[in-house]
């Protein structure tokens, strides 16, 4: 069984960047044509993909981020990583790593085969 989990801080300051990462367990990130995901849910709203990082490595980004996001995989360590630049608190939210098959993005739940607990960040000085 595939297994996910978020790291990184809980809390970030304004202008910052935040930085997760996602450790895959039971099952490889360059398997094929498996997409590794971020999305976050801020406070009261509903799921907003972020982007994701496919089996080969290519990347796909949500434009309404406005190119504040990077995303990086360590296959050695089965792990990627999400970037989130010049952050401010609307960036708060609860932000998870999901795994789908054949397509990079969707903000629908039932829509991913692996899902993390989730990792609660707030940004605030």
């Known amino acids: 069984q595939v297994q996910l989990q978020e790291s990184g801080p809980g809390l970030v300051k304004p202008s910052q960047t935040l930085s997760l990462t996602c450790t895959v367990s039971g099952g490889s990130i360059t398997t094929n044509d498996y997409y590794w995901t971020w999305i976050r849910q801020p406070p009261g709203k509903g799921l907003e993909w972020m982007g994701a990082?496919?089996?080969?490595?290519?990347?796909y980004y949500n434009p309404s981020l406005n190119s504040r996001t990077s995303i990086s995989r360590d296959t050695s360590k089965n792990q990627f990583t999400l970037q989130l630049s010049s952050v401010t608190p609307e960036d708060t939210a609860v932000y998870y790593c999901?795994?789908?098959?054949?397509?990079?993005?969707?903000?629908?739940?039932?829509?991913?085969?692996?899902w993390g607990q989730g990792t609660q960040v707030t940004v605030s000085s």
């Open positions: 999901a795994s789908r098959k054949y397509h990079p993005g969707s903000s629908k739940r039932d829509d991913y085969d692996y």
């Open positions: 990082i496919g089996y080969s490595g290519s990347t």
